[in-house]
Nanobody, 126 residues
Framework: QVHLVESGGGLVQAGDSLRLSCEAS????????IGWFRQAPGKEREFVAA????????DYTESVKGRFTLARDNAKNTVYLQMDSLKPEDTAVYYC???????????????????WGQGTQVTVSS
């Protein structure tokens, strides 16, 4: 099992930026893909972005393309989600998770993800 810890959430205004971090325990960090999901009150958890083991393949949900940037530093066991031009509809608890494989294929299948973090709250005011 891998322990994941998110940080970097907060309360910001529309148009502001935040950078979320997801730090993983363990020595096999580079062996698996990492994903970010979010869940707003009263809504189901939704996919945000995913990055493969090397950082060479990344995908985003349509609503964040051009605003969010995902990157990873395998030497630091950390994945970063840079969120720019934030909107009120981005308000949610953001979770990072690791995929059972090094690749992001099939990222919409929740059963392909395991070891979720505790989440970090992002609130964007209008």
């Amino acid at each position: 099992q891998v322990h994941l810890v998110e940080s970097g959430g907060g309360l910001v205004q529309a148009g502001d930026s935040l950078r979320l971090s997801c730090e993983a325990s363990g020595r096999a960090f580079s062996h698996y893909a990492i994903g970010w999901f979010r869940q707003a009150p009263g809504k189901e958890r939704e996919f945000v972005a995913a990055i493969n083991w090397s950082g060479s393949n990344i995908d985003y949900t349509e609503s964040v393309k051009g605003r969010f940037t995902l990157a990873r530093d395998n030497a630091k066991n950390t994945v970063y989600l840079q969120m720019d031009s934030l909107k009120p509809e981005d308000t949610a608890v953001y979770y990072c998770t690791r995929k059972k494989t090094p690749y992001i294929a099939g990222f919409l299948d929740l059963s392909s993800w395991q070891d979720w973090g505790q989440g970090t709250q992002v609130t964007v005011s209008s």
